[in-house]
């Protein structure tokens, strides 16, 4: 199935002006407008965000995926203890995984202590949570679709037939 | 030493590409914005890369058999059934060559007698006219309008036909004007082709790159055509493979066989990097085409509407990444038009004569380039045009 390439573009890019937007997908301006509106009103497009590399940027913190092993509940799987989980600030990200474990979990903190602290206090200790193993971040190379070293195109001739 | 008389008198008959002319003059220019590639932007999707790095590593560094890897052929002749529907054996109907134009060489190297004919439309790829020369053929090019969107009538085919016609050359979608053809007229040309026992070598190297119609049709497919066709298609243009220079040509065997003749002794083989590549190619490639032809799509409605609001007439391209625009009423030719653009916008676009006579009064401006760069060209070609 083929999604909106108005999401597409959107996904890609989400400074594209309306006007951009409109250019690229041949339709009026106030056409994209009211897409948009609506998408947002429905849940589609949850939010928007901007790609920064880390180092650059000066941030320190910490990431790590956490591996989480769960008992289903007999009511509701693994929904009620995974949105739980993914309700904290320190959780970035939460995804039901099939595999050796249940939840993968990123949690960003300050430092490692921190991210410690998160998983033997709260993490661990929720009700139902089996065990969970932590993977800290050393580098990132490629997120949201975007490589931290950018590739260059060498020696593309400007006139060819 | 006078060279004169040590060059190839054939050689003589053959110009040199108004294109390069072009070039030299751009070249050496710093902040120029160019619509005169002729190439995607894209880089070759990485998969395709990998796979050729990982044969390097693995140290598959021979000559292959001249036909091409057999995996390879036989990738081919699947994917040429699946997305033209004619059916070529890969053991002696599909030959890999080193792009298109090598192809075309051979093909025109295979088919023609000294004097033969043969026809093209025009405006057209810039090979066309010189590597009929060189093969020793006679150029008959058939000019095609902007009316009929730069395709080829059957009428206009029939007027240059004569006793020493031979060879048909077809190019859709075209190479500068983006034109392509509809299953009627092609049927029509397919008839006059059976008629006048014409062979048709038809260059298929844009034909993923369609955006209005459903799906493509190459005259190969149509009934009784496959015997008298020889369909080249390559692998440059849809998977963005222009420097790995790979291409193939489907044939009858005896025509095949012939090329062969010429691709053993000349060439050998298509280099096996390539062809390692082009097999990753086919068998993960899909995805990659879907994604950069929805850009080019994209960047394609763009321009053509930029250009009729800003006054420039232009009929909609249906294929390829080239758009086509008029530019007759500025009173200026085309290479005075580009000329001027590039010194006083520093936009570079290519002369339409540079593709034949019949494309003179008009501008090739490639959308293979980045949205950001064709808004500013746009821009810039706006701010130009006013001042006539």
């Given at each position: 199935?083929?999604?909106?390439?108005?999401?597409?573009?959107?996904?890609?890019?989400?400074?594209y002006t309306h006007e951009e937007l409109a250019d690229l997908l041949s339709l009026t301006e106030s056409e994209v407008v009211s897409r948009v509106a609506e998408y947002e009103a429905n849940g589609t497009i949850i939010g928007y965000q901007t790609v920064i590399d880390p180092d650059l940027s000066g941030n320190t913190d910490v990431s790590a995926f956490i591996e989480v092993k769960l008992t289903p509940e007999r009511d509701g799987g693994f929904d009620r203890m995974a949105m739980r989980i993914a309700k904290f600030d320190q959780v970035e990200s939460c995804y039901l995984i099939s595999g050796g474990y249940?939840?993968?979990?990123?949690?960003?903190?300050?430092?490692?202590?921190?991210?410690?602290?998160?998983?033997?206090?709260?993490?661990?200790?929720?009700?139902?949570?089996v065990s969970t193993a932590t993977h800290f971040k050393l580098k990132t190379y490629k997120q949201n679709g975007f490589l931290y070293e950018v590739e260059r195109q060498e020696g593309r001739l400007t006139v060819s037939p | 030493m006078d060279y004169s008389d040590k060059i190839s008198k054939q050689l003589a008959t053959v110009s040199r590409s108004g294109i390069r002319d072009f070039f030299e003059l751009v070249?050496?220019?710093?902040?120029?914005?160019?619509?005169?590639?002729?190439?995607?932007?894209?880089?070759t999707?990485?998969?395709?890369?990998?796979?050729?790095?990982?044969?390097?590593?693995?140290?598959?560094?021979?000559y292959t058999s001249n036909l091409g890897l057999l995996k390879l052929r036989r990738r081919i002749s699947d994917y040429v059934r699946g997305f033209f529907r004619v059916s070529y054996s890969y053991e002696d109907e599909v030959l890999v060559t080193v792009g298109v134009s090598e192809a075309i060489d051979l093909a025109l190297r295979a088919l023609l007698n000294p004097g033969d004919e043969v026809i093209y439309h025009e405006p057209c790829y810039v090979s066309y006219s010189p590597s009929i020369a060189m093969a020793y053929g006679v150029a008959v090019p058939v000019a095609t309008r902007k009316e009929d969107g730069f395709s080829l009538k059957a009428e206009d085919l029939e007027a240059v036909i004569t006793e020493r016609s031979r060879v048909l050359m077809l190019n859709f979608p075209t190479n500068p004007t983006?034109?392509?053809?509809?299953?009627?007229?092609?049927?029509?040309?397919?008839?006059?082709?059976?008629?006048?026992?014409?062979?048709?070598?038809?260059?298929?190297?844009?034909?993923?790159?369609?955006?209005?119609?459903?799906?493509?049709?190459?005259?190969?497919?149509?009934?009784?055509?496959?015997?008298?066709?020889?369909l080249l298609h390559g692998f440059s243009k849809a998977f963005a493979m222009t420097g790995f220079r790979l291409g193939y040509a489907c044939a009858p065997g005896p025509i095949i066989d012939a090329m062969m003749k010429i691709h053993q002794y000349s060439m050998l083989c298509a280099p096996v990097t390539s062809q390692v590549a082009a097999i990753e190619a086919l068998e993960h490639g899909a995805a990659s085409i879907v994604r950069m032809?929805?850009?080019?799509?994209q960047r394609r409605d763009y321009m053509v509407r930029r250009l009729q609001q800003m006054g420039v007439e232009c009929h909609v391209p249906g294929g390829a990444f080239y758009v086509f625009p008029d530019i007759r009423k500025f009173g200026l030719s085309s290479k005075e038009f580009a000329m001027r653009l590039l010194e006083e916008t520093s936009v570079a676009a290519v002369p339409g004569d540079a593709f034949g006579e019949s494309g003179e009064g008009f501008l090739r401006c490639c959308y293979a380039t980045s949205m950001e760069e064709i808004v500013e060209a746009m821009d810039r070609l706006e701010a130009f045009v006013r001042k006539f």
């Amino acid at each position: 199935m083929s999604i909106d390439p108005l999401l597409t573009l959107l996904s890609q890019k989400a400074r594209y002006t309306h006007e951009e937007l409109a250019d690229l997908l041949s339709l009026t301006e106030s056409e994209v407008v009211s897409r948009v509106a609506e998408y947002e009103a429905n849940g589609t497009i949850i939010g928007y965000q901007t790609v920064i590399d880390p180092d650059l940027s000066g941030n320190t913190d910490v990431s790590a995926f956490i591996e989480v092993k769960l008992t289903p509940e007999r009511d509701g799987g693994f929904d009620r203890m995974a949105m739980r989980i993914a309700k904290f600030d320190q959780v970035e990200s939460c995804y039901l995984i099939s595999g050796g474990y249940d939840l993968n979990v990123v949690v960003v903190g300050r430092d490692l202590r921190e991210v410690a602290s998160f998983v033997s206090e709260k993490l661990s200790t929720i009700q139902g949570v089996v065990s969970t193993a932590t993977h800290f971040k050393l580098k990132t190379y490629k997120q949201n679709g975007f490589l931290y070293e950018v590739e260059r195109q060498e020696g593309r001739l400007t006139v060819s037939p | 030493m006078d060279y004169s008389d040590k060059i190839s008198k054939q050689l003589a008959t053959v110009s040199r590409s108004g294109i390069r002319d072009f070039f030299e003059l751009v070249q050496g220019r710093e902040d120029v914005i160019s619509l005169g590639v002729g190439e995607p932007d894209f880089a070759t999707p990485w998969h395709i890369r990998e796979a050729a790095i990982y044969s390097l590593e693995n140290g598959q560094t021979s000559y292959t058999s001249n036909l091409g890897l057999l995996k390879l052929r036989r990738r081919i002749s699947d994917y040429v059934r699946g997305f033209f529907r004619v059916s070529y054996s890969y053991e002696d109907e599909v030959l890999v060559t080193v792009g298109v134009s090598e192809a075309i060489d051979l093909a025109l190297r295979a088919l023609l007698n000294p004097g033969d004919e043969v026809i093209y439309h025009e405006p057209c790829y810039v090979s066309y006219s010189p590597s009929i020369a060189m093969a020793y053929g006679v150029a008959v090019p058939v000019a095609t309008r902007k009316e009929d969107g730069f395709s080829l009538k059957a009428e206009d085919l029939e007027a240059v036909i004569t006793e020493r016609s031979r060879v048909l050359m077809l190019n859709f979608p075209t190479n500068p004007t983006g034109a392509v053809a509809d299953v009627g007229d092609l049927e029509e040309i397919a008839a006059l082709c059976i008629k006048h026992d014409l062979v048709v070598l038809t260059d298929e190297i844009y034909s993923e790159l369609i955006y209005d119609a459903v799906e493509h049709t190459s005259i190969a497919s149509l009934d009784g055509m496959k015997e008298r066709c020889v369909l080249l298609h390559g692998f440059s243009k849809a998977f963005a493979m222009t420097g790995f220079r790979l291409g193939y040509a489907c044939a009858p065997g005896p025509i095949i066989d012939a090329m062969m003749k010429i691709h053993q002794y000349s060439m050998l083989c298509a280099p096996v990097t390539s062809q390692v590549a082009a097999i990753e190619a086919l068998e993960h490639g899909a995805a990659s085409i879907v994604r950069m032809k929805e850009a080019y799509h994209q960047r394609r409605d763009y321009m053509v509407r930029r250009l009729q609001q800003m006054g420039v007439e232009c009929h909609v391209p249906g294929g390829a990444f080239y758009v086509f625009p008029d530019i007759r009423k500025f009173g200026l030719s085309s290479k005075e038009f580009a000329m001027r653009l590039l010194e006083e916008t520093s936009v570079a676009a290519v002369p339409g004569d540079a593709f034949g006579e019949s494309g003179e009064g008009f501008l090739r401006c490639c959308y293979a380039t980045s949205m950001e760069e064709i808004v500013e060209a746009m821009d810039r070609l706006e701010a130009f045009v006013r001042k006539f």
